[in-house]
């Protein structure tokens, strides 16, 4: 089979420099520090369903292009809150995305799928209209071989550590699980993520049935903002027995904030009685940054903070839908004033990791790479969601290293819930890193063994160490 080879390079010698660099990170184990793949998926090891169910139903940036373009979800099978009819013909649904497959030329949804097809798949035929059928066939046929389910394929793409995103709420069962058969806890290859936002967001619909939940799962009494904080504790420990690492937060805004144990509790009873206003959310999710700052102290989780998110912007998308189904946009996102708070506090304690995305990349050098430069605490994560792709991993680099340099970043993180993807992203991230390196070189501004250094370093080496998962501790 004949794999294409996108080097992301012009001149002829940089291509030359860029593919021998590749070459040196190409078969490099994966590192998956921060991603949503459902643990159930290896935890079962069943077979996939049909192609259709595996790769265009669950991936909200083929569903939201298609919906721009006058399509329903309902159409492609994305389930509805209410239970109503959806297409379930999975050919149905790949013919429909043949049709109008046109809509993707120069996307990076059409990058990740196309190398999905090749490389995974084995498929090369270019989908058409007129060729859906023959590719739908092909990957069917796959998924029926033993070596197509997920623990297989999972050894397949040389995955190391994944790690997974569950809430406080989550009793782990799935990765208990994993853990029996020998894939999870301490050291093993599927680990979680602590992902507080459901218990920490005051303006959630489900926020205090969720606080009952933690509650009753941590054995504390969250009545109280003192037994709230407890439980939280409490539910850490239980992650961190199960294997992880970090903790995950995904507020609107960047926004830190002091206040004393008597204004937090006083906003956390006002959210009890449902009397919380919005400015009243918004600082006590900036307040508990601090306090989950205060708690890595402890016990040693790495803090991934990514804001900037309008969630289920579309309402009449989430209404019918409900969350991740496209429906998020992001917004202009300050740091600079917004952090402060943070790491006026602990931003110098060595003890403390903060990895900090943004999906506002007019930041990255004017206020990121610049933070990132100034405090030992802080870490740059790679572009994630609308700015993983190609073009944005480039201008990632040209935009942060001249002030953050390449060790003040954390590596490749592929926040992918397509797990079938997930070799294809590291790959494109590893091709895209190696031409931006041999740009140094061509320029006599790195040297070539140095530059293979440094990408074996953001392919491997600094997701593993930053993300704490190479067993060392805090």
């Given at each position: 089979?004949?794999?294409?080879?996108?080097?992301?390079?012009?001149?002829?010698?940089?291509?030359?420099?860029?593919?021998?660099?590749?070459?040196?990170?190409?078969?490099?184990?994966?590192?998956?520090?921060?991603?949503?793949?459902?643990?159930?998926l290896?935890?079962?090891?069943?077979?996939?369903?049909?192609?259709?169910?595996?790769?265009?139903?669950?991936?909200?940036?083929?569903?939201?292009?298609?919906?721009?373009?006058?399509?329903?979800?309902?159409?492609?099978?994305?389930?509805?809150?209410?239970?109503?009819?959806?297409?379930?013909?999975?050919?149905?649904?790949w013919?429909?995305?043949?049709?109008?497959?046109?809509?993707?030329?120069?996307?990076?949804?059409?990058?990740?799928?196309e190398?999905?097809?090749?490389?995974?798949?084995?498929?090369?035929?270019?989908?058409?209209?007129?060729?859906?059928?023959?590719?739908?066939?092909?990957?069917?046929?796959?998924?029926?071989?033993?070596g197509?389910?997920?623990?297989?394929?999972?050894?397949r793409?040389?995955?190391?550590?994944?790690?997974?995103?569950?809430?406080?709420?989550?009793?782990?069962?799935?990765?208990?699980?994993?853990?029996?058969?020998g894939?999870?806890?301490?050291?093993?290859?599927?680990?979680?993520?602590?992902r507080?936002?459901?218990?920490?967001?005051?303006?959630?619909?489900?926020w205090?049935?969720?606080?009952?939940?933690?509650?009753?799962?941590?054995?504390?009494?969250?009545?109280?903002?003192?037994?709230?904080?407890?439980?939280?504790?409490?539910?850490?420990?239980?992650?961190?027995?199960?294997?992880?690492?970090?903790?995950?937060?995904?507020?609107?805004t960047?926004?830190?904030?002091?206040?004393?144990?008597?204004?937090a509790?006083?906003?956390?009873?006002?959210?009890?009685?449902?009397?919380?206003?919005?400015?009243?959310?918004?600082?006590?999710?900036?307040h508990?940054?601090?306090e989950?700052?205060?708690?890595?102290?402890?016990?040693?989780?790495?803090?991934?903070?990514?804001?900037?998110?309008v969630?289920?912007?579309?309402?009449?998308?989430?209404?019918?839908?409900?969350?991740?189904?496209?429906?998020?946009?992001?917004?202009?996102?300050?740091?600079?004033?917004?952090?402060r708070?943070?790491?006026?506090?602990?931003?110098?304690?060595?003890?403390?990791?903060?990895?900090?995305?943004?999906?506002?990349?007019?930041?990255?050098?004017?206020?990121?790479?610049?933070?990132?430069?100034?405090?030992?605490?802080?870490?740059?994560?790679?572009?994630?969601?609308?700015?993983?792709t190609?073009?944005?991993?480039?201008?990632?680099?040209?935009?942060?290293?001249?002030?953050?340099?390449?060790?003040?970043?954390?590596?490749?993180v592929?926040?992918?819930?397509?797990f079938?993807?997930?070799?294809?992203?590291?790959?494109?991230?590893?091709?895209?890193?190696?031409?931006?390196?041999?740009?140094l070189?061509?320029?006599d501004?790195?040297?070539?063994?140095?530059?293979?250094?440094?990408?074996?370093?953001?392919?491997?080496?600094l997701p593993?160490?930053?993300?704490r998962?190479?067993?060392?501790?805090?």
């Amino acid at each position: 089979m004949t794999v294409s080879d996108p080097t992301f390079a012009i001149d002829p010698r940089h291509a030359q420099v860029a593919r021998e660099l590749y070459a040196t990170a190409r078969d490099l184990p994966l590192i998956c520090p921060h991603g949503h793949v459902d643990p159930r998926l290896l935890a079962d090891d069943e077979p996939f369903p049909d192609p259709a169910r595996l790769l265009i139903v669950p991936d909200h940036y083929v569903t939201r292009m298609l919906l721009s373009q006058g399509i329903p979800p309902d159409r492609l099978g994305v389930p509805r809150r209410d239970g109503g009819p959806v297409e379930t013909d999975g050919r149905v649904i790949w013919r429909l995305l043949a049709e109008n497959w046109h809509l993707f030329r120069g996307t990076p949804s059409r990058l990740w799928l196309e190398r999905t097809f090749e490389t995974v798949f084995g498929v090369e035929t270019r989908l058409r209209p007129e060729t859906a059928d023959e590719v739908y066939d092909a990957i069917a046929a796959r998924l029926e071989e033993p070596g197509f389910r997920p623990r297989a394929l999972f050894e397949r793409f040389g995955i190391e550590v994944l790690a997974t995103t569950e809430s406080p709420t989550d009793d782990l069962g799935q990765h208990a699980k994993l853990a029996a058969d020998g894939w999870g806890g301490p050291g093993g290859r599927v680990i979680s993520t602590f992902r507080p936002d459901n218990v920490v967001d005051l303006d959630r619909e489900d926020w205090s049935e969720n606080i009952a939940r933690l509650g009753e799962l941590a054995g504390e009494d969250t009545l109280t903002y003192a037994g709230y904080l407890n439980a939280l504790r409490q539910r850490r420990d239980a992650f961190i027995e199960a294997g992880t690492t970090c903790s995950d937060h995904g507020h609107p805004t960047a926004r830190t904030e002091v206040l004393s144990e008597s204004e937090a509790a006083a906003i956390y009873e006002r959210g009890l009685r449902g009397e919380a206003t919005p400015a009243d959310a918004e600082t006590f999710r900036g307040h508990m940054l601090l306090e989950f700052a205060r708690m890595s102290l402890d016990d040693g989780l790495v803090m991934q903070i990514h804001p900037g998110a309008v969630r289920d912007h579309n309402r009449r998308l989430y209404a019918a839908h409900g969350k991740d189904v496209g429906g998020d946009i992001p917004q202009a996102t300050g740091y600079v004033h917004a952090l402060r708070p943070l790491l006026d506090t602990y931003g110098m304690d060595p003890r403390l990791r903060v990895v900090v995305y943004t999906l506002d990349e007019y930041t990255f050098s004017r206020e990121l790479a610049p933070l990132a430069g100034g405090y030992p605490a802080l870490f740059l994560g790679a572009p994630w969601w609308f700015l993983d792709t190609p073009d944005a991993m480039r201008r990632f680099r040209e935009a942060v290293t001249d002030s953050a340099g390449f060790y003040n970043t954390a590596g490749f993180v592929d926040d992918t819930r397509a797990f079938c993807s997930i070799p294809v992203r590291h790959d494109i991230s590893r091709r895209s890193d190696a031409a931006y390196l041999a740009s140094l070189v061509v320029q006599d501004r790195l040297p070539l063994d140095e530059a293979a250094e440094t990408l074996a370093d953001l392919s491997y080496h600094l997701p593993k160490r930053i993300f704490r998962l190479d067993g060392k501790a805090a």
